[in-house]
């Protein structure tokens, strides 16, 4: 390493890292019933699909302890009415 570089450690510095994540909460497909050589139509809205999606950041620090932040928010779909 250079002279003038330091690490994040001789700095004083936190490192912290952040991802970000969703998912949908509906089945992608389901079972059908028909009769024999009649292919079933289903008809699929998206009103009601309710899907989650999670943020989170864990920072670190030399000599301390981690710290693990997140979030978590339920996407219900529209409301009824």
Known sequence: MARHEKTAADLGARLCFEDEAGQGL???KGPTWGRRGHTPVVRV????TK???MAALICTNSGHRHRLIYRIHLDRGP???
């Open 26 to 28: 509906r089945l992608p």
């Open 45 to 48: 809205t998206a009103a009601g």
């Open 51 to 53: 899907r989650v999606s």
């Open 79 to 81: 409301a009824k009415g």
